[in-house]
């Protein structure tokens, strides 16, 4: 299921015009920073699950233009190991999947505020997985090979 989750966030990136905000994909990479932060300040974390949503004025609706400055909204709720209530909560304004997010961005652990930043991770890391094609020498090719085996009458 994990898995799955990866790679609907990266899907969500690619298909944004203009290279805009994606709200999934802010709220997963808000999900891995929020969740490093958190353990560096020792606080240990069991889940947490944020969502994210396009900042909307009430003048339009839906998907912001690519021209338009895209703000998402992130909200992130989870728990600790020793079972207190986590909740992460903010405006996101940049994102580079699953490195880093640029905002407003408070934590709080029991009511309890862990910290407020203006950017969680590294913003300087490439997005998304660098593929490197190999250097000289000849690709490797694969063959998989499907045989069908038919029962045997009477057996």
Known sequence: MAGLVVV???AVVACQPGGG??????????????????????????WLTCTGGYRDDGARGGTPAPSE???????CRGETDDGRKIVVAGLVTRAVDGACVRGD???EVDGRRVFRVS???NCSAPSGPAYRPPTGGRP???????RTVLPVPGK
């Open 105 to 107: 961005l408070t934590a």
């Open 140 to 146: 490797t090719v694969t063959v998989t090979v499907t």
């Open 119 to 121: 950017g969680l991770g």
């Open 69 to 75: 400055t895209t703000v998402v909204s992130v909200d």
């Open 21 to 46: 905000l994606g709200s999934a994909s802010v709220a997963y990479t808000t999900d891995q920073t929020a969740t490093a932060a958190l353990e560096h300040r020792h606080v240990n974390v069991s």
């Open 8 to 10: 609907g966030g990266g």
